[in-house]
Structures are given as C-alpha cells and as structure tokens.
C-alpha cells in the first residue's frame, strides 16, 4: 500500500528510514556536545523546544530531503510550515511515559489534517526503551480527555483518554525504531509510550510539521513558524529568521522570544482545556 494511502487509513506511518547510520552517528555525537556545553538540564526548560532555531544539526534533520518528501506527500503539499520541534528524552531505567492521547486534544488545530508529527529516533527506541505505540484508525474521531494526576505522565498537563474509551478502539501497534528512523503521525491519532526500562537513554525529536494553510492555536500571542519549502504568502504565522551563527546571542534571543510567545499560547489552552 502506498505511504499516503497508509497513513490516511491508519493515522501513522513505521518505520520510515531517513538517515544512514553514519549520519545518525554523527547527528547524535552532536546532540551529545550540547549536552556537554548546556547541560542536561537544559532538555528540561525552554531548550527542549524549537532548538533548529539555534542548533544547525537540528537543522539538518528539520530541513532533510527525505523526511519533507515523506512529510509532503503525506499532507499532500508543497508548502510546508514547521511549527515546532521538540526533544523528547527518557533517561534510562526512568519512570516517565506518555499516556494515550492525541495531540489535537491540547494544540488545536482548524482541521488536525493539516498537521503531521515526525518522530525521528537518534538512540535506539525500542518496546523496552518506551518507543510509541498507535491505535489504527482513531484519527478519524475526536475523544474526550482527562487530566490525570498520575506525576510520571510527563505530558504537559497530563491529559489522557479514559480506558473505557481505549477499550473500544483497534488493539494499539508498537512502533519501534532504529536509530536514524521515523515515524509520522497525524494530529488525531490516539498514540502513547512507556518507561524506558533500558540501560541506554532513548532520544528522539518530535517535529510538528504543517501546511502552510494551516490555521494553528492562538492565545496570548502570534505564534511562529518556520518555512521549510515552498512559500508561505498569509499573515497567521510570523516566519522564523535563519541561523547566522550557531547558538549565537542573536539566535538565542530569537529562541527565547518565540519560546516565550509560545508559552503564554499554552498557557491558554490549558486554560481552555480546564475550562477554567
């Protein structure tokens, strides 16, 4: 079955390679000299987000022509938008997972089929190692959620889809990767991850790509995108500047200022998520 017709029917795509293993290598040494310069406390604050505004190894992997092809075909488009990108680490033998959910419960989105989420695996993500799991089919509904108070959902406001309702979709399909493999998939799609019970952290970057028609979540403040092919000719999205000098003070403050309009636009739907 051909990858678009396979992601309209499921709501994902696994696995998709994208980088050879040299370069994954490479990719990956370079994430570890950030956390030798930054920290690892850094992945845990505003540095887990949006770091292909400052980091052009991030860069690399936003901007690789085999993901947006995938991506493009996909959302079928060829106007892309990025609108963010988002480490997501599980340090060995720790406690934390991702309750099911689906992302179109908290960052709305005018229609959830403009958006696709790729995970891209730079260590090892394996059942073991907390790797995504995927209800097939489940993007074609929208579910309630609630905020649960279990403290190692490490979800932003916990939110989960209650087990009754699991009980009544499609058995879930684990998604294992390889180190240079992604997955994709839709804003809907009911998805979820264990605890890395692994001796070896489970890195991955998840990248929110979107068209360039797509009408994103307001709150607070414009929100901001970056143009990865084609052309963007709206005014919803104000556009992400190039990198000139990796992690320089200019791109830092970009970072932070994008970051920060970004936060008070979640702020607002966890507002609305509360009903508060």
């Excluded at 998709?16 to 990719?27: A, R, W, Y």
């Excluded at 992302?103 to 995970?119: I, K, L, Q, R």
């Excluded at 839709?186 to 991850?193: N, P, R, T, Y």
């Excluded at 052309?231 to 830092?252: A, C, Q, R, S």
């Amino acid at each position: 079955m051909p990858q678009k017709e396979k992601y309209r029917k499921d709501g994902f795509l696994h696995p998709v390679q994208i980088f050879s293993k040299e370069k994954t290598t490479d990719l990956y040494a370079k994430y570890q000299d950030f956390v030798q310069q930054y920290g690892m406390d850094g992945f845990n604050g505003e540095n887990k987000y949006r770091l292909h505004l400052v980091a052009k190894w991030v860069r690399e992997i936003v901007f690789d022509p085999e993901l947006v092809a995938v991506v493009k075909e996909v959302l079928d488009t060829e106007n892309l938008l990025l609108w963010d990108s988002d480490f997501n680490i599980k340090e060995p033998r720790s406690g934390g997972f991702f309750s099911w959910h689906q992302d179109s419960a908290y960052a709305g989105f005018s229609s959830a089929d403009d958006v696709c989420t790729a995970w891209v695996a730079l260590s090892p993500a394996s059942l073991e190692a907390g790797c995504m799991e995927f209800s097939p089919g489940s993007h074609h509904s929208q579910f309630e959620h609630y905020a649960s108070k279990d403290p190692n959902n490490v979800l932003a406001i916990r939110q989960t889809i209650p087990e009754e309702t699991m009980k009544n979709l499609k058995d879930p399909i684990a998604g294992p990767l390889q180190p240079g493999q992604a997955s994709l998939h839709h804003w809907a799609c009911v998805h979820a991850s264990g605890p890395n019970t692994t001796d070896q952290e489970r890195v991955g970057l998840a990248l929110r790509y979107m068209r360039a028609d797509a009408l994103g979540p307001r709150g607070g403040a414009q929100e901001h995108a970056t143009l990865i092919c084609g052309e963007y000719k709206g005014d919803y999205w104000v556009l992400d500047e190039d990198i000139e000098t990796e992690y320089g003070d200019k791109e830092w403050n970009r970072h932070k200022k994008g970051w920060e309009q970004g936060v008070r636009g979640a702020e607002q739907r966890a507002r609305d998520f509360f009903r508060v």
